[in-house]
């Protein structure tokens, strides 16, 4: 992926949304975070999505919400993923409900309670209104489109939310930024070789205990994590260039061949060269 695994949305409208439909390679997009509420509504295919270290399922036609601050990861199974992504600023929101940053909302399909589903359906027909009149062009589009995520916020809010005092303690807030701030490192190094003295280092920890907690909060050792993100950039210059397999693999810091061809079949299930023979085959993927 090019953008950075912290995302920021500069086209934020006066109303503090940013709404996209995105048509992407599809494959695995690694960890990442963002400030704002993320909606993630599928349009073809299934998908995978990891957050604070849990995988869930997300369907077809079905609406996903990322909380903001979330560490998370995706894996689309279809070679081009085709989604609604709208990206709403809490701040922004603050004008219609002040204490907005004491709910916590949780919307994803595999959680979903009997009480909860017809509301959540009532959401996901508001997200085929958006993708109808999306397609219709119309000449009021931006701003029906922003009344049906306004809409949908305040069902989510009212349905899908807990509302509680802030309980952040300082170690808390702590570990949040210590993740961030890997995730950074690793997006703006992985072409390099780190070591795990090289970012225990940047931390200020030692290494035995920034590989604990590492692991503790993210669910793989760090080793791992850098070796995907390798992965993930070296899927998408497969796609976009010509160049050699190999070559591609060492401009993104995989100088080991046998790793590099393990860790890509375990994230893809196909080989690096499989993927242009796809691409170029224009099949869809097993």
Same mark, same amino acid.
């Given at each position: ?5 912290? @995302? ?5 409208? +006066? ?8 048509? =992407? ?12 509420? @993320? ?54 929101? @603050? ?8 709910? &916590? ?8 309670? +009997?009480? &909860? ?11 085929? +209104? ?9 000449? =009021?589009?931006?701003?029906? =489109? ?40 690793? @997006? ?35 080793? &791992? ?62």
């Amino acid at each position: 992926m090019e953008q950075p695994y912290y @995302e920021t949305f500069q086209e934020i409208s +006066d109303l503090g949304i940013q709404l996209a439909y995105s048509t =992407a390679p599809g494959g695995y997009h690694p960890l990442h975070w963002h400030e704002e509420i @993320e909606l993630l509504y599928q349009l073809n295919g299934e998908a995978t999505i990891q957050i604070e270290g849990k995988k869930y399922h997300i369907p077809n036609k079905h609406l996903t919400v990322v909380d903001s601050g979330l560490v998370h990861s995706t894996y689309t199974y279809t070679d081009t993923s085709m989604f609604i992504c709208a990206h709403i600023s809490r701040k922004y929101m @603050e004008r219609y409900l002040p204490d907005i940053e004491l709910y &916590q909302i949780h919307c994803i399909p595999d959680d979903l309670t +009997d009480e &909860q589903f017809p509301e959540y359906r009532k959401i996901c027909q508001m997200l085929e +209104d958006l993708t109808r009149i999306y397609i219709e062009d119309a000449s =009021a589009f931006l701003m029906e =489109a922003e009344g049906i995520i306004m809409q949908v916020l305040a069902h989510l809010i009212r349905h899908f939310s807990t509302h509680a005092a802030a309980k952040v303690t300082a170690t808390d807030r702590l570990t949040v930024d210590r993740i961030r701030e890997i995730i950074t490192y690793v @997006e703006e190094h992985f072409a390099e070789q780190i070591s795990l003295q090289d970012i225990a280092d940047h931390l200020g920890l030692g290494k035995e205990y920034f590989c604990r907690f590492f692991k503790k909060n993210m669910g793989i050792s760090f080793l &791992q994590y850098v070796n995907e993100v390798r992965a993930s950039h070296i899927y998408q210059d497969l796609i976009r260039t010509d160049a050699p397999v190999y070559e591609i693999a060492e401009k993104n810091g995989f100088h080991n061949q046998k790793l590099f061809n393990r860790t890509f079949k375990i994230l893809y299930g196909c080989t690096p060269s499989s993927v242009r023979k796809t691409e170029k085959s224009g099949m869809p993927w097993p």
